[in-house]
């Protein structure tokens, strides 16, 4: 019950990443655009153009506070998924999904300690496997969750339908860099799905698990 309850935990606290980048981003210069520039770009430590087809410099003094964000809510995921392992289900799906989340929060949790302005290439190669892995692992997340029955069929389903327009905004992102336009929003579109569904999720077992534990036992 206890490593249940630490999963849960885990992913229930989720959504928290997207206050700290959003108030991290409130506090950057006004050049910073949550539509236009990327993620990365709040966690610089020095001031440089937000994405590539950008000409103005932005600067983010709460650099750090995103930068350890990375690491802390990855680090959390990744132990979600490997505490509530026995609550998503048997077979395949269920270790699949265990591993996506593991190696995808792994690379995110990367990217805090790689910064794009100081750790450039570094920074791509931990950084690119996220737009893949994160999507597909809310998709086995999904479909695991749709086989075992573990939450009401709504979540599940949501999940799949979150997963594929994750992933394609993940290609249009992946399109779009160089561009003035768009690159933040579709960056944001591509992730920030993952952090209230996965709360969601938690929500749905942890009504699971009390129901379940409420339940009288046959004699």
């Known amino acids: 019950m206890r490593r249940t309850t630490a999963g849960l935990g885990c992913w229930l606290v989720q959504p928290g990443y997207l206050l700290v980048e959003l108030l991290v981003a409130?506090?950057?210069?006004?050049?910073?655009?949550?539509?236009?520039?990327?993620?990365?770009?709040?966690?610089?430590l020095t001031c440089a153009p937000g994405h590539a087809g950008a000409v103005v410099d932005v600067c983010s003094?709460?650099?750090v506070a995103l930068d350890v964000a990375f690491v802390v809510f990855g680090l959390l995921r990744a132990a979600g998924a490997v505490l509530l392992r026995p609550r998503l289900g048997p077979g395949r799906w269920a270790l699949a999904t265990v591993?996506?989340?593991?190696?995808?929060?792994?690379?995110?949790?990367?990217?805090?300690?790689?910064?794009?302005?100081?750790?450039?290439?570094?920074?791509?190669?931990v950084a690119?496997?996220?737009?893949?892995?994160?999507?597909?692992?809310?998709?086995?997340?999904a479909e695991a969750l749709r086989r075992s029955g573990a939450v009401p069929?709504?979540?599940?389903?949501?999940?799949?339908?979150?997963?594929?327009?994750?992933?394609?905004?993940?290609?249009?992102?992946?399109?779009?860099?160089g561009s003035p336009t768009w690159v933040g929003?579709?960056?944001?579109?591509?992730?920030?799905?993952?952090?209230?569904?996965?709360?969601?999720?938690?929500?749905?077992?942890?009504?699971?698990?009390?129901?379940?534990?409420?339940?009288?036992?046959?004699?």
């Open 128 to 141: 690119l496997p996220v737009f893949v892995l994160q999507p597909l692992a809310v998709l086995a997340t």
């Open 61 to 63: 003094p709460g650099h």
């Open 153 to 177: 069929r709504a979540v599940a389903v949501s999940g799949l339908v979150l997963g594929g327009l994750m992933l394609a905004a993940a290609v249009a992102f992946g399109l779009r860099l």
């Open 99 to 125: 591993w996506l989340w593991v190696v995808s929060a792994l690379f995110a949790a990367a990217v805090g300690l790689a910064p794009v302005d100081r750790r450039p290439g570094w920074h791509v190669v």
């Open 26 to 44: 409130a506090g950057a210069s006004a050049a910073y655009s949550l539509r236009d520039d990327t993620i990365s770009a709040l966690g610089m």
């Open 185 to 219: 929003g579709l960056e944001r579109l591509a992730l920030w799905p993952t952090y209230p569904w996965l709360a969601v999720v938690a929500w749905a077992l942890a009504r699971s698990t009390r129901r379940h534990v409420n339940e009288p036992t046959a004699t």
